[in-house]
């Protein structure tokens, strides 16, 4: 019997050691004592209501069981509790030994709230002791001080740190540790996302500042927008009076926190009109990949990929567009839209359907395999070193194909391109070599003239391209002026061959003269001088032999074309170099 009680003493002894002192303070000021004494009442035995006692000797909202006294002068009454740390505790002063008229009317600011009308406190761990402020009996603050009421709504963040949600401020001396704040919501329940705590700022300090943290130390501080920050450092500011102040924010926000359904999306793409497809993802500014890095599509059938993305905002518009990969190219939807990309408002959860690549319609079948022959009109341009054709079904700019040049078509330029299999087929002519993505955008053809782009569509990145849709595997020949969806017509001068066979010139390039030999027994020839851009700087009507020397007088050096007329009405063109 005697070790049981000497066991029993160490239990009780190490429980003791590691009680808090707790002094709870009431300033009477103004009040009449009553004579039967002021006392404090509150869940001091247990929080949970469920019979568990945390703090066995005390007892739970007797009246007359904890009476504060101020050794015998002042208005500010006390009473010193070991209780249990790490707990929160309610409470509230009776000014009597039992209950009615002598209870306190605690103010909404320092309630627990939802009804329950009492006075709460969080006690932290520890064997010192804490000294509760001395508040005016019925008040909301000790004398000279303003309660200021926090609570922030943690529901938006990935989660609430182990270390629990803290405030850091100038009411206690900015300690990132110092004032623990708690999910409590009365009767010994903690349960939701908003945390709460009464801080005291002196009532005519002006402006006090805080800011939350989601842990205890600086590095888990909360980011304030800068529509609600009231400094250079972040920090989110209430100006002190004499009234409580609450403030119920969302954590880095400004307001409360608005939790807005998500929705999945299901995105379906038919590339049925591409030969080769290695792979296609889909990319937008509000996929996990984002425009760059974009979602890979899994494969579905012969031509058909799906994806999803997950946990999207309701109300949010999501801007995306479907890519393809061949031979490691990436080549972007050209979606005829005013932003060039597929736009979709979330409200539910959505499975779009499987449209073609490029459209907004199903896939047509592919037409059979065809022989192609692009042609491309330079002679509005400086002619480059080269010309090239690029082909999405080629694998776009780093299979460009050269063009050559049509004898006896100045300016002329074409490329026959067998087995093109793309239902729909993007391509662009660029005038000049180049070495990288960056020269091959440089010198390809822009179509400056917003008019005349009926032709093309939108390449995804800010530039245009020509599209064919195929309808048949018939050979075709394809020719447009370079920049321009004007063709190049079968009856211009460019394309009658008849006189450019005839006509010789030399020397070219000159310096000084050149002399041009018509050759078509005609018995008069018009004659133009043309410079780079079109413009007609020199003319010779109704000449009558069959050669004619051409100075250069004022001509600077450049390219120019010579083109003639003659009474047969048979058209030529030549180039001439000016050196």
Known sequence: MKKLLLLAFAVASLSSA??????????????????NGLHVVGNFQNTDY???????????????????????????YSIMLDMKGDMVYEFKFVNDNSWGAGEEKVPSACQVGGGNGNRWVYIPEGTDTISLPAILFGGNAEAGKTAIRLTVDMSLTSGVDANGVHVAGSFQRWNPAGTKMVNYTG???FSGGKYMTIV????????????????????????????????????????????????????????VCVVVPKYNITFNVDVESICGVDSVDVAGGLLDGSWGDGNKMTLVSNSKYTGSQLS?????????????????????????????????????????????FNTFTACNPRPASQTITFKADLSNEIPGDSVYLVLDYLGGWKNAVAMEAVAGQPGI????????????????????????????????????????????????????????????????????????????????????????????????PTSTYTVV?????????????????????????????????IDRENLTSGTYFIQVVNNNN???TIKLMID
Not at 518 to 540: C, E, M, P, Q
């Open 200 to 255: 005291y700022a002196d009532t005519n300090s002006g402006l006090a500042k805080f800011k939350f943290i989601n842990g205890n130390n600086w590095d888990n501080s909360e980011s304030v927008p800068n529509e609600c920050k009231v400094d250079n450092d972040g920090n989110r500011g209430v100006t002190v009076g004499t009234d409580a102040i609450t403030v119920d924010v969302c954590y880095s926000k400004c307001g």
């Open 312 to 356: 999207i905002d309701s109300g949010s518009t999501v801007a995306f567009k479907y890519r393809y990969y061949k031979n490691g190219i990436r080549n972007w939807e050209q979606i005829a839209t005013g932003s060039g990309n597929r736009e979709l408002k979330i409200t539910s959860d959505t499975v779009l359907d499987a449209n073609c």
């Open 18 to 35: 590691f009680a808090k002192k707790v002094v709870f303070r009431v300033d009477m000021t103004g009040q009449t004592l009553s004579q």
């Open 517 to 549: 030999e018509f050759n078509d027994n005609a018995s008069k020839h018009n004659v133009a001088i043309l410079d780079i851009t079109g413009r007609t700087v020199r003319t010779y009507n109704n000449y009558e032999f069959n050669a004619i020397r």
């Open 570 to 572: 048979q058209t030529g």
């Open 187 to 189: 009767n010994g329940k």
């Open 413 to 508: 330029f074409s490329k026959t391109v067998t087995e093109v299999c793309n239902g729909t087929v993007y391509y662009y002519f660029i005038n000049g070599s180049f070495a990288d993505e960056a020269g091959a955008t440089k010198n390809q053809e822009k179509f400056n003239d917003t008019t005349d782009r009926a032709c093309t569509k939108p390449n995804g990145v800010g530039g245009f391209q020509r599209e064919l849709v195929r309808t048949t595997g018939d050979a075709q020949t394809l020719g447009f002026i370079f920049g321009s969806c004007k063709p190049i017509e079968a009856t211009s001068i460019r394309d009658n061959a008849s006189l450019n066979n005839s006509m010789r010139i030399y020397p070219n």
């Open 50 to 76: 469920e019979g568990s006692n945390d703090n066995d000797s005390l007892k739970n909202w007797d009246p007359a069981a904890y009476e504060l006294t101020n050794g015998g002068s002042g208005n500010i």
